[in-house]
C-alpha cells in the first residue's frame, strides 16, 4: 500500500518536471531572432550601457569622475546618435576576464574595451564585432639599460604578461615561430605586471601596442623605457556586440564609421557648421541633407553632423586621447587614412 | 513502523534534491544554450598553446594539452600547500610553545608577531614579501650565499642537478626557486603559523594544570612532563582545528594569481580565457579545491581517530 503510494508520487513529481521542459523547449530558439530588441531596450531606459576597460587614453575618468578616452569618446558617439545627448551613456568598467560575460548577460549593449576580432570569438562564442576602429598588434617594453633593440634579441628573457587577454598566446606563438625561450610571468592585475617591470623582476613586459604606451605612464620613470619596434601580433580593435541583434550591430557599424568618414571628407568639429551648407553631394549625403542616406531605423538623419560636432572627426579623437600632445605619445602609424598610408577606410554613406 | 516511515520521509526528500539540482542544471543549460555557449568538456584534449612559468619538475611545452596543463597548475598548488603547510605546523609549534615560556621577552615578542600576522590582511602581507624579494639585486649583481647558490630578483638559483650560470637574461641550469613561490609560501605559512600557534597555545592551556603538578610531583623532568602528560593530552584537542588552518591555507593558495604564481587557478583562468569554457573551468577548479580539502580533512581526522583511541 505504502509502496503504491511512493511510487504514484514519484510519477507525479516526474509528471510535473517533465512539463516544466516542455514549458522551456522554445525559448531556445530566441537566440536566432533577426530583429532583437537593444535599440528598443537602449530607447526605453533612455540610455546606452557600454563596457570599457579601464585605462590611460583609453577610458579613465577625470577629476569630476567624467569618463573620458578613446573608447568613451566612441561611445558617447553611439549617445549622440541616438539621442543627441552624449551623456545618455552609462559606462560598466571590467576586467578582460569579466567582460564577455558582462556582454553576454545583456548587462551592456556593447563592450569599447580594445577587444580584438578573432574568428574564434565570432564562429565558437557568438560575439559579433563592428568596424575597427584601431588596427594594434602585440609588443614589447623594455628598460632603456637592456639595450635590446628588437624582440628577437630578448632570447631567455623573463616576461611578464597581464592575464585574461590573448597575449599569453601570441607570446608563446612568436616564441616558438623564433626559436626563443621566454619565461612568462602571469600576473592577474596590470599594476602587479608593472611593478614587477620597475622592479626588474621581468626584463619586459608584453601587451597591444597601445597598452604598451598607457603601461609607460604608469611607471616612474616613463623616459626610460622603450616600446620595441616590432609586432608580434595583429589585434584589430573593435566593438563587440552581441549575436541575434542585426539592428544594433547596424547601428554600431556605422556610428563608428561616421568620424572616419568625417575626416576623409575634411570635415572636423569646428567646421562641421560651415559644411551643412556645401554643394559637394558626397558631403551633403553624409550630413544627412538627402533623404535615405542616414535616416534608417529611427536615426534622425542628422546625426552624423552630431556626432561630429560633439565628438569629432576621427583624427581628433584620436590626437585628443593617445596622440603627440598626450602622456601616451601612440604614433598613429596603420591608423592614418588610406588616403595617408594607413588603414581606416570607411565605407561611402549614400 | 517508524523505521518505513523515515524510509518514506527520507526517500521523499532524496527526491526533492534531486529535482531541485535537476531544474537547476536544466535552468543552467537552457539558459547558456539561449546565449550560444554550449557546455563539454573537449577542450581539455586541445593543445594549451601557452606557455607557464613555473612546472614543478613536470615537462611543459605550448604544444602540451590544456589538461596537462591543468596537471602542472595542480602539481603547483600541491607543491605550495604541502610545503606551506609542513612549515605553518611547524612554525606553529615553535611559536605557540615559546608563548608559553617563562621568559617576558620572548613570549612578549612572540605574541606581538602572532597578534601583527594574525590581524593583518593576507594579501597586503603577500604583496609585501613580494615587493622585498623584487627589491633583490638583478642577476648580473646576484649575490652569492654559498657556493653555487645565487639569489637575484629572478629567485635562489640552486646547484643541482648542476652549477647555474649567468647566460644573457638569467640563469641557466640548476634549479630555481622563484620569487613567486616563496613569497607565497612565505606569506601562508607566516599568516597560518600564526593561526596555528594559537590552536597550539591554547590545547596546551586546556590540559589541567593538577595534570602537570601531579607529573611533576611524581619525578618527572619538565620534558618527561612536556612529552607525556601534556602534548598527548593537547593533541586530541587541537588536530580538528589544525585541519581546519590546513584546509583554509590550500584555499588561500590561489592568491597566487595576484602575483603571478602558475597555481592551478592562474592556469584555469587562462584556459577559461583561451577556450571560451568558463563554466567548465569553474566546475574544475570547484572539483579541484573540493577534493584537495576533503582530502586533508579526512586524512587529519583519520590521525585524529588514531590517537584518541590510543588515549582511551
Known amino acids: 500500500m505504502r509502496a503504491t503510494r511512493r511510487i504514484a508520487l514519484l510519477a507525479a513529481i516526474g509528471a510535473t518536471l517533465g512539463a516544466c521542459a516542455g514549458d522551456d523547449a522554445p525559448s531556445a530558439g530566441q537566440g536566432t531572432r533577426v530583429e532583437g530588441g537593444t535599440l528598443g531596450a537602449i530607447r526605453a531606459r533612455g540610455q546606452v550601457m557600454c563596457g570599457i576597460t ?81 588596427y594594434d598588434g602585440q609588443g614589447f617594453l623594455v628598460h632603456r639599460s637592456s639595450r635590446v633593440k628588437g624582440a628577437s ?121 560651415s559644411y551643412t551648407t556645401s554643394a559637394d553631394p558626397s558631403i551633403r549625403r553624409f550630413l544627412g541633407a538627402e533623404q535615405g542616406v542616414t535616416d534608417g531605423f529611427g536615426l534622425d538623419p542628422r546625426w552624423t553632423a552630431r556626432v561630429v560636432a560633439r565628438i569629432g572627426n576621427y583624427g581628433e579623437i584620436y590626437e585628443r586621447n593617445l596622440g603627440a600632445k598626450t602622456p601616451l605619445k601612440f604614433e598613429r602609424g596603420m591608423n592614418r587614412l588610406w588616403t595617408q598610408g594607413g588603414l581606416m577606410y570607411s565605407p561611402p554613406f549614400r | 513502523m517508524t523505521a518505513s516511515r523515515r524510509t518514506v520521509g527520507q526517500s521523499l526528500l532524496g527526491v526533492l534534491m534531486l529535482a531541485l539540482v535537476w531544474w537547476f542544471a536544466h ?49 603547483n598548488t600541491a607543491r605550495v600547500a604541502l610545503v606551506g603547510s609542513l612549515l605553518a605546523l611547524a612554525l606553529g609549534f615553535i611559536v605557540g610553545t615559546l608563548r608559553l615560556v617563562d621568559n617576558t621577552l620572548l613570549s612578549g615578542l612572540m ?84 593561526h596555528i600557534s594559537e590552536v597550539v597555545r591554547g590545547a596546551i592551556l586546556a590540559v589541567s594544570r593538577g595534570q602537570r603538578d601531579a607529573a611533576l610531583a611524581l619525578g618527572m623532568s619538565r620534558w618527561q612532563v ?58 574544475i577548479m570547484l572539483a579541484v579545491y573540493l577534493v584537495l580539502s576533503l582530502g586533508v580533512a579526512s586524512m587529519l581526522n583519520v590521525y585524529n581517530a588514531h590517537i584518541l583511541r590510543r588515549g582511551a
Not at chain 1, 88 to 107: A, D, N
Not at chain 2, 40 to 51: H, T
Open chain 1, 54 to 134: 579601464q585605462g590611460a587614453g583609453f577610458a579613465t575618468p577625470d577629476d569630476s569622475g567624467h569618463w573620458r578616452g578613446f573608447d568613451v569618446d566612441f561611445c558617447r558617439a553611439l549617445a549622440v546618435a541616438l539621442f543627441d545627448d552624449p551623456s545618455k551613456i552609462r559606462f560598466v568598467p571590467y576586467t578582460q576576464q569579466q567582460r564577455f560575460s558582462g556582454l553576454q548577460s545583456g548587462e551592456v549593449d556593447l563592450l569599447a574595451n580594445g577587444t580584438s576580432i578573432t574568428s574564434s570569438r565570432a564562429l565558437l562564442r557568438n560575439f559579433h564585432f563592428g568596424p575597427v576602429y584601431l
Open chain 1, 153 to 273: 634579441a630578448l632570447d631567455g628573457a623573463t616576461v611578464c604578461v597581464q592575464q585574461g587577454t590573448t597575449t599569453e598566446l601570441n607570446l608563446s606563438d612568436f616564441a616558438r615561430r623564433n626559436s626563443l625561450s621566454l619565461k612568462p610571468v602571469v600576473i592577474e592585475d596590470l599594476r602587479g605586471a608593472v611593478s614587477a617591470l620597475a622592479s626588474g623582476r621581468c626584463d619586459a613586459i608584453t601587451q597591444d601596442g597601445a597598452g604598451l604606451a598607457t603601461t609607460r605612464t604608469m611607471l616612474r620613470d616613463p623616459e626610460n623605457y622603450v616600446i620595441l619596434p616590432d609586432r608580434i601580433s595583429k589585434e584589430p580593435i573593435a566593438p563587440v556586440v552581441r549575436f541575434g541583434d542585426d539592428q544594433w550591430l547596424e547601428i554600431v557599424n556605422w556610428v563608428f564609421r561616421a568620424p572616419v568618414a568625417a575626416e576623409e571628407l575634411g570635415i572636423d568639429s569646428r567646421n562641421v557648421q
Open chain 2, 27 to 75: 535552468n543552467v543549460h537552457a539558459g547558456l544554450s539561449r546565449q550560444g555557449i554550449t557546455l563539454g568538456f573537449g577542450f581539455l584534449r586541445q593543445p594549451a598553446n601557452f606557455d607557464i612559468g613555473e612546472t614543478s619538475g613536470l615537462r611543459f611545452t605550448p604544444e602540451d594539452t590544456v589538461s596537462r596543463a591543468i596537471a602542472v597548475g595542480l602539481l
Open chain 2, 111 to 194: 605574541r606581538w608577531g602572532v597578534e601583527l600576522m594574525r590581524n593583518t590582511p593576507l594579501l597586503l602581507l603577500l604583496f609585501l614579501l613580494i615587493a622585498i624579494l623584487h627589491a633583490m639585486p638583478p642577476p648580473t649583481h646576484a649575490v652569492e650565499l654559498l657556493p653555487g647558490v645565487f639569489l637575484s630578483d629572478r629567485g635562489l638559483a640552486l646547484p643541482f642537478p648542476d652549477r647555474p650560470r649567468l647566460a644573457g637574461f638569467n640563469f641557466v641550469g640548476g634549479t630555481t626557486l622563484s620569487p613567486e613561490f616563496a613569497a607565497l609560501v612565505g606569506a601562508l605559512v607566516l599568516h597560518h603559523g600564526a
Open chain 2, 226 to 283: 612536556s612529552r607525556l602528560v601534556v602534548i598527548p593530552q593537547a593533541l586530541r584537542a587541537m588536530v580538528p582545528l589544525l585541519a581546519t588552518n590546513c584546509v583554509s591555507l590550500i584555499k588561500n593558495s590561489s592568491l597566487a594569481v595576484a602575483i603571478g604564481f602558475p597555481d592551478v587557478v592562474s592556469v584555469l583562468n587562462t584556459t577559461a580565457n583561451q577556450t571560451g569554457h568558463g563554466v567548465e573551468t569553474m566546475v
